[in-house]
């Protein structure tokens, strides 16, 4: 299985570009999520989806959309890059929960490296 | 609101040394908590979880963890490191039901010198 995997993994962006980040899981899951890793703050929520067509905001949204027409795929988009979205972006999955209860663990995809000049 | 605590930001041990790092939570509900390890220049894989009955879970690779829930820990432990454990640690929790995202510490770097 590939699992979750992520495309570009590397990218160097101009302040006021576009871009979008791309996230695909072949395992079926239902919940996907997108976090950014910035040295000594750990991994922050940006965006999540509990399933095809629905999307929410997680704890850093501003400045990224997201949308979820499948299962498998989660695209982030950066609208208009700023240096302060220099980050390493993990998406990860989880499967449904079992019994009403979310006990499973996230499925991290390999990072993509975002520099923003 | 939610949080996660990591105390310990870097720590540097020799080989075969004894390993704690801690984790703190403030979270109200019945919680799941995790330890994930990021190797130098991959992704996070999961070390251990707890969702419930006995509060000593093993993981992976000879780690431990044991949820008090008297004092919202979960310090993750290892008897003896080895270098390939340098890595970093991050420690997570979520709730077993309504949204159930995962909050993450900020990490712990771990330096193992052979």
Not at chain 1, 106 to 112: A, Q
Not at chain 2, 16 to 27: D, F, I, P, R
């Amino acid at each position: 299985n590939a699992g979750v995997t992520q495309t570009p993994k590397f990218q160097v962006l101009k302040t006021g570009q576009s871009m979008t980040l791309q996230c695909a899981q072949d395992m079926n899951h239902e919940y996907m999520s997108w976090y950014r890793q910035d040295p000594g703050m750990g991994l922050r929520l940006i965006h999540y989806s509990v399933g095809a067509g629905i999307t929410d905001q997680g704890e850093v949204p501003n400045g990224y959309n997201v949308s979820r027409s499948t299962t498998e795929d989660f695209p982030l988009r950066l609208l208009s890059a700023a240096p302060s979205q220099t980050s390493v972006y993990f998406c990860a999955s989880r499967d449904r929960t079992s019994g009403g209860l979310n006990t499973g663990e996230l499925f991290f995809g390999e990072g993509s490296r975002l520099t923003v000049l | 609101a939610q949080s996660v605590s990591q105390h310990n930001h870097h720590v540097i041990l020799s080989e075969a040394a004894s390993l704690e790092l801690g984790c703190n939570y403030s979270y109200g509900g019945t919680v799941n908590l995790f330890w994930y390890v990021q190797y130098p220049g991959q992704h996070l894989q999961l070390l251990l979880k707890y969702f419930s009955g006995d509060p000593l879970v093993k993981g992976i690779k000879g780690f431990e963890a044991e949820f008090i829930k008297s004092k919202f820990s979960f310090n993750l432990r290892k008897p003896s490191v080895q270098w390939s454990d340098t890595a970093e640690y991050f420690c997570a929790v979520n709730r077993q039901t309504g949204a159930n995202n995962l909050f993450f510490g900020t990490g712990t770097r771990l330096t193992v010198i052979p």
